[in-house]
């Protein structure tokens, strides 16, 4: 069988009216029975369509060489003619096409109805548009169909010529290029199109927003004129040779928009001519001027903020007291200076460990676990004093508040323990409740009991007097007398030191000098001070000196009985020497009780500072106690009235 799908009509087929059953109401094939049945065979109804094929069969070769497939199908759309174009385009043979139904063998889908088509194909004899059809191999194509309505003699249609071409490419394109304007007019990126020549040629809604011009107003005008796009003078060299070495560039640009603000747009030039679709380029902006105002905010801020750190970090590690970080299992995290210098560890040996054991005592562990469970629930605690250990196994007793350390949320993160070392502020409040003791005892020991001597020899006199013993009562107001000029110096004597010592403001020399004028002189002792020009001490000597002087007066005050004192201080071969001389009474020293007239206190003051103390007195003959300390290294190196200031370390 040839691809001509033509067939005598078998004997007896009907040649009257068109039978219904085609599109039209025209005859349908009738399978045929001859040929044993075989499938393929039909008979094809009416003569017209015998016609139609024997014109294309004069005309064969004349259309096989058109490019488009021809298909001859009767009203029932049952193959007639098979085209060499059809086999090419539907990958079907003539031989397996012939008799099949066109539209069931193609899987045709039309755009419209199938059955507008046909109406439109029988009330005009023509109908033309695209089908959708299946090629053998499964592939779908799209095709322009043209279709022609073949009728007989008696203008009885008898079937339909259709041309196709495969469009499926064209299609395609059309569709890309619709998709690719859709892309462009809802893209948020400006997408700007130029010839060879800076001209532009493209110009999307998004770069209308962006840079403030219409299309209608920059199409054909140089980029250059229009957003100041950046790509002039240097940077449009930079950019040129850009896209000559690589085809393309990258970066951002300054730009203008049209009401003359500035615009920042990450910016794509692409060379048309790399991309072998001819000259010029495209340029693809995203504008950024908002996320680079931000980023500027974002960066200044998070300049603030490490100034701020650093200030915190600053203020953190110069801070005098000890600052502890911690987490909320109690192990540190942060360690300050002052802590160094408190405890004794560095950061790096205490980081990560935990506070117990370490500088906390075991023993106020379970104290501790209550507040803890208070800074955990972010409750801050007040000054709490405890013990804590060192490095070198001593123990400091500091003065600590903790605060916890919260996140957003108010969750504590961690807690923050600051520690002021009070071991010395103790040992003074120690020292200051001595001496208030002290105190109270000389004011018992002495002014009070004067002042009780007083009231008895006041009565004792005056029932003398009232007896009219009057010599008696003379002895008793001389002893009034007598006590209460003692008592007014010791008075004085208790006022001077409860004065704040001079000893800072003027140094040792003008502390002594003070004490004599303010105890000595008023009391009516003839008091004298001889010191080496400029002498200076260190702090810590200059004042156990002072406080050995001192009880050394008091002692020529209380016990002496002394009319002239003098206080001596000198400087020589690298040695410091105080001495207090008094014309007074005198004493044993091997007599007197070792817990008397202040000499431990002297005694013990002498060995702190590695000195002597010496004393010299003998009856009658006055007493002389004397001091000696060594100067340290570096001030015995420099030579009398240079030495520094004291309280200079």
Excluded at 46 to 61: F, I, K, M, S, Y
Excluded at 117 to 146: C, F, M, N, P, Q
Excluded at 206 to 225: D, H, K, N, P
Excluded at 511 to 525: H, I, K, P, Q
Aim: glycine share 10%.
């Amino acid at each position: 069988m040839n691809r001509h799908a033509t067939r005598k009509l078998p004997v007896g087929a009907p040649t009257g009216p068109a039978e219904q059953g085609g599109p039209f109401g025209a005859p349908s094939a009738i399978p045929s029975c001859e040929a044993g049945g075989r499938p393929g065979a039909f008979c094809l109804h009416p003569a017209g369509v015998e016609q139609l094929c024997a014109r294309l069969r004069e005309q064969e070769d004349l259309l096989d060489l058109t490019d488009g497939a021809i298909v001859v199908h009767d009203m029932a759309g049952l193959v007639c003619y098979w085209s060499r174009g059809a086999e090419s385009l539907y990958g079907w043979a003539a031989e397996q096409a012939a008799g099949r139904q066109v539209h069931d063998l193609l899987s045709t889908r039309f755009t419209g109805s199938r059955e507008a088509v046909y109406r439109e194909l029988k009330d005009r004899g023509r109908w033309g548009g695209e089908l959708v059809r299946t090629r053998r191999d499964g592939g779908v194509i799209t095709v322009a169909s043209r279709w022609a309505l073949q009728r007989d003699d008696g203008g009885r249609p008898v079937g339909t010529l259709e041309i196709t071409y495969d469009v499926t490419g064209r299609r395609q394109a059309q569709e890309l290029a619709s998709y690719q304007a859709f892309l462009l007019a809802n893209v948020n990126d400006a997408v700007i199109g130029a010839d060879v020549e800076g001209r532009i040629t493209e110009w999307n809604p998004a770069a209308e927003s962006i840079y403030g011009w219409r299309a209608g107003e920059v199409l054909g005008r140089c980029l250059t004129e229009v957003a100041e796009l950046g790509i002039s003078g240097s940077e449009g060299e930079r950019i040129s040779a850009s896209l000559q070495r690589e085809g393309r560039w990258r970066g951002e640009l300054k730009q203008r928009h049209r009401d003359g603000g500035e615009v920042t747009c990450d910016c794509a030039v692409i060379s048309l001519a790399e991309q072998g679709t001819g000259q010029g380029c495209v340029i693809v902006g995203q504008d950024i001027t908002g996320r680079k105002r931000a980023q500027a905010q974002n960066e200044a801020a998070l300049e603030a903020l490490r100034e701020s750190e650093r200030r915190l970090r600053l203020q953190f590690e110069q801070m005098p007291i000890a600052c502890v970080l911690t987490d909320l299992e109690r192990c540190i995290q942060s360690w300050n200076p002052a802590a160094e210098r408190i405890f004794g560890f560095t950061a790096a040996e205490v980081n990560g460990k935990s506070a117990h054991g370490l500088i906390l005592p075991k023993e106020i562990t379970p104290e501790l676990d209550g507040r803890w469970q208070s800074l955990t629930a972010g409750e801050a605690i007040g000054q709490h004093v405890h013990e804590n250990l060192t490095k070198d196994a001593r123990t400091v007793i500091c003065e600590w508040t903790y605060s916890p350390i919260t996140d957003r949320q108010g969750k504590a993160t961690g807690v923050l323990a600051m520690g002021t070392d009070i071991s010395d502020r103790q040992k003074v409040e120690a020292a200051l409740r001595e001496e208030r003791e002290r105190m109270a005892r000389e004011l018992h020991d002495s002014v009070t009991q004067a002042l009780y001597g007083l009231t008895l020899f006041a009565d004792a006199g005056s029932r003398q007097a009232e007896c009219g013993n009057l010599e008696q009562a003379c002895q008793y107001l001389s002893r009034i007398s007598e006590t209460s000029v003692q008592a007014l110096k010791e008075m004085r004597l208790l006022v001077y030191q409860l004065r704040p010592a001079a000893l800072d403001d003027q140094g040792l020399v003008g502390a002594l000098d003070y004490r004599l004028s303010a105890v000595e002189r008023r009391a009516g002792v003839k008091a004298q001070l001889v010191a080496d020009e400029d002498i200076t001490l260190p702090a810590s000597l200059a004042e156990g000196l002072y406080r050995i002087a001192q009880e050394a007066l008091n002692n020529v005050l209380k016990h002496a009985h002394a009319a002239r004192v003098v206080v001596e201080l000198r400087g020589r071969d690298g040695m410091a020497v105080l001495s207090v001389t008094d014309d007074g009474q005198g004493f044993d020293p091997e007599a007197v009780c070792q817990g008397g007239l202040g000499l431990i206190s002297m005694r013990q003051r002498a060995e702190q500072m590695r000195g002597t103390l010496t004393i010299g007195s003998s009856a009658a003959q006055g007493t002389r106690v004397a001091v000696a300390v060594r100067l340290p290294e570096r001030w015995r190196q420099q030579g009398a009235g240079s030495l520094p200031l004291e309280g200079e370390a």
